[in-house]
């Protein structure tokens, strides 16, 4: 005999047990045996939870990230929430990652200009701001390891570990006498001239000044590489034009409400300690702060990089801010067989890497 409830019985039953959620759960029973309907009611809860974040935040999170509810309900606790978003999986790697900071805006601002401080220890064993103009001074603390010393010895173009261009290796074969007790002091020295003149190229001529590498058996043209990379990202809405302008024809694009500075690294990633030159931009917009942080050069692993820093305002949750930062790498040796074993650890090694700078930049800037 099929189970029936008439719509009096439903209707009476309902007004007793509705319940101040969004689910109303109706218990019957029929000849001992216990059946239980889930009942959604769209009440106002419902709507609340859509309306958590701001909405430009909101519309991030739908149409990119795509977070589980369990995930809304980290970051709405106000922990860290970190998430691989699609990709290239033969050369590129993307991680999403969003905090609550109760801290102002302005005190990150602050902070993240004294970068030499900011980014110091963990994985920063040097981080060094470059002056304007840019001098060689400037990067007096650039060293190379033993083993990227060793490997300059027998650097060839199409066949070299360390990422430089013809050019560089061409004026190292002629200018370095390895037989010399000098040789690593002289290697060093010009690799800190070869660092000055890039810088000092990039200032003047933007990215059609960046590295074309020829460590591979193809040339790598970083310009080319990280044009088709900002172009494939998905917007958010305070990554606005003007900033996607500026990054992409730097120096000749303007950047009103802005600043922005040149900062070089020795970083520990992955297997082998990594020299990195980037240009950090702080463009504020009406509705967020947005920090740009473009890579310009990596001695190993990765041919383009862009880390993307938004602060939004939240003020239906109080004072502080959310703090969402999305990352994109293009790296080679992403794919094959062995591509998709060194794959995973680098995906798995870069989500961890934003979870800790979330974590960190919350510690930091809530004075814990």
Not at 192 to 220: C, H, I, K, M, S
Request: charged share 25%; aromatic share 10%; proline share 5%.
């Amino acid at each position: 005999m099929p189970f029936r409830v008439s719509k009096l019985q439903f209707s009476q039953s309902l007004e007793r047990r509705v319940l101040d959620s969004n689910c109303v759960r109706l218990t019957y029973s029929f000849a001992g045996v216990a059946a239980v309907f889930s009942v959604v009611v769209l009440d106002s809860r419902a709507v609340e939870d859509t309306q958590k974040f701001p909405p430009a935040f909101e519309r991030y999170l739908l149409e990119t990230v795509h977070p589980s509810s369990a995930e809304r309900s980290t970051l709405i606790a106000g922990a860290p929430l970190t998430k691989l978003l699609d990709a290239d999986p033969n050369k590129e790697v993307a991680v999403f990652g969003a905090v609550w900071i109760n801290a102002p805006t302005a005190r990150y601002i602050e902070r993240l200009q004294d970068i030499e401080n900011f980014e110091r220890g963990g994985g920063f064993r040097i981080t060094k701001r470059i002056s304007s103009p840019p001098r060689l001074e400037d990067f007096k603390a650039l060293t190379l390891p033993d083993e990227d010393v060793e490997d300059l010895r027998s650097c060839r173009v199409g066949d070299c570990e360390l990422k430089l261009s013809a050019e560089t290796l061409e004026r190292m074969r002629r200018t370095i006498d390895w037989s010399k007790p000098t040789a690593r002091q002289d290697v060093e020295s010009l690799m800190r001239q070869v660092a000055l003149d890039y810088v000092t190229r990039y200032l003047e001529g933007g990215n059609e000044a960046l590295a074309v590498y020829r460590d591979g058996g193809r040339p790598t043209f970083v310009a080319s590489e990280f044009r088709s990379m900002i172009e494939n990202m998905p917007r958010f809405s305070a990554f606005d034009p003007e900033l996607r302008a500026y990054l992409l024809d730097f120096p000749g694009a303007s950047l009103p409400a802005s600043k922005s500075f040149l900062y070089w690294q020795d970083a520990q990633f992955g297997l082998k300690p990594t020299i990195r030159i980037n240009h950090l931009v702080i463009h504020e917009d009406e509705d967020a702060i947005v920090v740009a942080n473009k890579q310009l050069y990596a001695s190993h692993y990765f041919w383009t990089a862009l880390e993307l820093r938004v602060l939004l305002q939240d003020h239906a949750r109080g004072p502080g801010f959310w703090f969402a930062t999305l990352s994109r790498s293009r790296s080679d040796g992403l794919s094959g067989f062995m591509g998709r074993v060194i794959r995973g650890r680098v995906r798995t090694e870069a989500r961890k890497g934003i979870e800790r700078t979330l974590v960190a930049t919350k510690n930091t800037l809530e004075g814990r």
